[in-house]
Structure formats: C-alpha cells, structure tokens
C-alpha cells in the first residue's frame, strides 16, 4: 500500500472512531429539565441496551463460519412500566435468541405510547436501525413484539435484511426441541397458523395458473394455492392431533375413575420444573440450562406417607406473551394443567422480576381454565437468590415454599404442602375384610386414606377415608 493511501487509511479510521464514540454517548440531561423534557427526551432516540451482546471474541473466523450463528439486533418499544421493565423483557429477547442459535450484537429500545402501526419503531427510528444494523454487519432484527403483516414487510423493505419478531423467534425455539410425533404436530400447527396471514405473492405469483380454452378467466392466483394448501395441513394436523389426544384423554380419565389426585407442575421456562419432577419422583427427565428444553409432558407416580397415590406432570414452560397459536395448538398438553387437582407453581427466585414471572404463568393458567385450581409455589433456586427478593415474593405470596432443587433445601417442606393441599377421600368406613381379598386393601391403600389398620384372625380390619365408587364396592365388608 502506497505512504500517501497508509495516512488516509489511518485518518478514515480516526474520524471512524470519533463518529462511533459520539455516536455511543450518553445524552446529558441538564437537571432543570422537568418530566416532560426528560420524556421527549427519551423519546428522540432510541436507547442502546448495555451487557446484552453476545458477540463471540474467543474463536477464529474459520471456526464462527463452521457455527453460522445468525448475527442478530434487538428492537423493542417501551410503552409501559420502568425502564428496568423494559431492560428485563430484552434481556429475556436476548435469552431466546442466543437459544434459537443466535449472536446478539446489539439490544435497542424506543420510548412510545404505542407501537408504530407500519413500521413498529416509526420511519425515523427505522433510519438508525439500519445505520446500526449496517455498522454491525447483522443479518436479522427481531423484534420484541408481534409484527402485523405490514409492520414485518414494510419493516424489512426499510432495513433490507430479515425481520423476526417475538412469536415467530418462540416458534423456531419449540421446532428446534419437539421430539415428539404430538409435541412435532403440534409444533407445525402453531407455525402454519402463524404464517397463512403473512404470505406475500411477488410477480408471476400473481399471475392465471393456465391459458388458453378452459383456462380464461381470474383463475387462482399463487396465493391463493398457497393458503388453500396451509388450510388443508392445517386442517390434517388438527385430526393428527386430535387422535393422539383421545390416548392422553382416556389415561386422564382412567385415573379420575380410580380417584388418583393429579399434580401439575407449571411455571416459567427454564424455573426448574423438569428438575423438581426428577427430585420427587426420580424421573429422569431431559434437565438442562435454557429456555423451552423440555416439551412433551411427563407423567409420574407418587405416594404420601401415609401411602396415598398421586400424579406429578411435568408441563410446558410458560413465558411473557406466549403466542396464542401455541396455546391453542398445545391444548391437550396444557389440559394437564387445566385437570390438575393441584398446582405446583416454580418460580425461580434467581431471577430479575420473580413476580413479573409469576404474574406471566397465571395469564396462561386463566387462558386455560385452570384459574380455581388450588396452588403452591415453589420459590426454587433459594441457594443462589437475592434474600431480599425472597423475602419480597414471600410477602406478596403466602403459600410460598423456598426451595432449592439442586441442594435439596426445603423439599421436604414442599412435599409436606403438596401432601396437606392433595383432595382428601369424603366417606369414612370401618370394614373387615377377609384375606382372600386382599385386592380390596391394596385399592384402599392406593385410592383412599387410612385412618387405623388392624390384622385379626377374620381379615383385615379398616377404618379409612374412601371415594363414592369404592365404597359402593365395600358395601358387604362394612362393620356395622
């Protein structure tokens, strides 16, 4: 390189770097600004979210093109609330993301009343975008929100790269982790449903699908074609679904008949759900540090200390804004929340806005029915939580256990609770109920409560709590 192009080289990265730090700082406020100003203020740019990128420094370029990890901005609009608020919901954006198989380079927030109803951000924001997305070489922006039609397509005709937004990040997260032929259905069912209103034609997609004799006419256009073919899936997926469903309804049903109580165990993704369900019952459910790690629903048996039977499930994590398309799509998975008799709610303690949380699993409890369904929270993660926080959430919520499930803190209390809340047998019977039928004691045993047991030389001699259906089957061996 020539002496004379060295210097202009050397003074272009000068003026570079001058540009990127006036471009990277703070705006001073003076303090006799009053709300209003501080207001406008905010709202004349958009705000850099710090600690939020995940750009990768430790691996050589060969190896980052072996990951192909998709190198992402975060976009989200501060309607409400504080600004940490808006900080925690891009930090959990973020969370999806790198989840999803993203790098997150950037995070930014606007300040609005209501998102922009073309661009999301407005036109002028949209300008910065794209000068960020430019200066850090990303390939997508997700958006924290779900994008209408138009937003998406007007947002990406602007920045000219893709354009994502919250539902669709959630809905790639449970493709990549369904392993199973429903948790797969009903995966597909939630994407297609999700899609068939953003389907775009483009030039001869528009165009008469034949000519000539027969052929006259506005015939049906590509896009057409198109969402008659998403139609018929989804309406194929449904009957997929729906057939799978009668096996999980038939074995719900069978342990109604037999009186066995159920308890669900829900809660915010990545709270520690698979993690108690494996310390209570020794599942061996898939545990792992990341958002949506588990879909499918397991299904365990317990016991009391008394003997009783009960069920835990595991269920679906939860998250703030989770799309309908899933809830609709996972409702004969979430039916095992909706027909639990208890529910155990894990909060992860640990976390930023525990309450925040809390408050985010009980909109999609009530979205399913399940809002009357006695509950319990375990505040999990107690080993490692703010004691401030925790004592916080305790005093917002009275029924709450801190546990930590990695060191077995506070477990046994929680058992005692789940134990207390289970639905107790109503009819009382004393009975004697010869050797012979010792099928009987066993089911006493498994579906009711014993008060006192007694081994004479007739049988076995009960006094204990039972169901309408076994104390019919009783009848005969009832001591009068």
Same mark, same amino acid.
């Given at each position: ?6 210097e202009?080289?050397e ?6 770097? +001058?540009?990127?730090?006036?471009f990277?700082?703070?705006i ?18 958009l ?7 995940t750009?990768?420094t ?5 190896e980052?093109?072996?990951?192909r ?5 975060l976009?989200?609009?501060? =309607?409400?609330?504080t ?13 999806l993301?790198? =989840?999803?198989?993203?790098?997150v380079?950037d ?14 951000i ?15 070489g990303a ?6 929100g779900e994008?209408?039609?138009g937003?998406l397509?007007?947002?990406?005709? @602007?920045v ?6 919250? =539902? ?10 369904a392993?199973s @032929?429903?948790?797969?259905a009903?995966? +597909? ?17 528009l ?5 000539g004799?027969?052929g006259?006419g506005?015939?049906e256009?590509?896009?057409e074609v198109?969402?008659?073919?998403i139609?018929? @899936? ?8 729906n057939?799978? @469903?009668v096996a ?24 520690g ?13 898939l ?14 048996k317990?016991e009391?200390?008394?003997?009783r ?21 996972f ?16 909060v ?9 949380q809390?408050k ?32 916080l959430?305790?005093r ?18 929680l058992?005692a609770a ?18 012979n ?11 009711g ?15 204990a ?16």
């Amino acid at each position: 390189m020539a002496k004379g192009s060295e210097e202009e080289f050397e003074q272009l990265l000068q003026e570079s770097a +001058e540009i990127a730090a006036e471009f990277d700082s703070d705006i001073f406020i003076p303090d006799s600004f009053d709300s209003t100003q501080r207001d406008l203020s905010d709202r004349q740019a958009l705000r850099r979210v710090a600690g939020l990128s995940t750009e990768l420094t430790d691996i050589s370029e060969a190896e980052y093109r072996k990951l192909r990890l998709e190198r992402v901005v975060l976009v989200g609009v501060w =309607t409400e609330g504080t600004i940490k608020d808006a900080e925690n919901s891009m930090a959990e954006l973020a969370a999806l993301a790198e =989840t999803a198989g993203s790098e997150v380079l950037d995070a930014l927030i606007q300040r609005r009343d209501k998102p922009d109803p073309s661009t999301f951000i407005g036109s002028g924001k949209v300008s910065e975008l794209k000068g960020v997305v430019k200066s850090t070489g990303a390939d997508t922006v997700i958006c924290d929100g779900e994008l209408s039609p138009g937003q998406l397509r007007n947002l990406e005709d @602007k920045v000219k790269v893709k354009v994502v937004d919250r =539902t669709a990040l959630i809905l790639d997260i449970f493709a990549q982790h369904a392993k199973s @032929k429903e948790g797969k259905a009903q995966v +597909e069912l939630a994407q297609v449903s999700y899609m068939l209103p953003r389907l775009r034609g483009w030039g001869d997609s528009l165009s008469r699908q034949a000519g000539g004799i027969g052929g006259r006419g506005p015939g049906e256009t590509k896009i057409e074609v198109d969402r008659r073919r998403i139609r018929d @899936k989804m309406a194929k997926l449904r009957r997929e679904i729906n057939e799978m @469903k009668v096996a999980r309804d038939t074995k719900r049903q069978e342990r109604k008949r037999n009186s066995i109580p159920s308890v669900a165990i829900a809660g915010y993704t990545n709270a520690g759900k698979s993690s108690l369900l494996n310390r209570l019952t020794n599942a061996g459910v898939l545990v792992q540090n990341a958002l949506f790690a588990t879909l499918d629903p397991t299904v365990r048996k317990s016991e009391t200390r008394d003997g009783r039977v009960y069920t835990l499930s595991d269920t679906v994590g939860f998250v703030k804004h989770l799309p309908h398309e899933l809830i609709d799509a996972f409702k004969s998975t979430l039916e095992e929340v909706s027909g639990a008799d208890l529910i155990v709610h894990v909060v992860d303690g640990s976390h930023q806005d525990p309450l925040g949380q809390i408050k985010a699993v009980r909109e999609v409890i009530r979205d399913i029915g399940g809002e009357k369904i006695p509950e319990i929270i375990a505040l999990n993660k107690a080993d490692i939580a703010d004691p401030e926080m925790m004592r916080l959430v305790m005093r917002e919520e009275p029924d709450a256990y801190p546990v930590s499930v990695h060191t077995g803190a506070g477990i046994e209390a929680l058992i005692a609770a789940i134990e207390a809340s289970l639905p107790r047998p109503k009819i009382e019977i004393r009975t004697l109920i010869p050797y012979n039928r010792g099928d009987l004691v066993s089911r006493i045993h498994e579906e009711g409560e014993i008060l006192r047991e007694e081994h004479l030389e007739e049988g076995t001699a009960l006094h204990a709590r039972v169901d309408g259906a076994l104390a019919h089957l009783l009848e005969k061996y009832v001591k009068a």
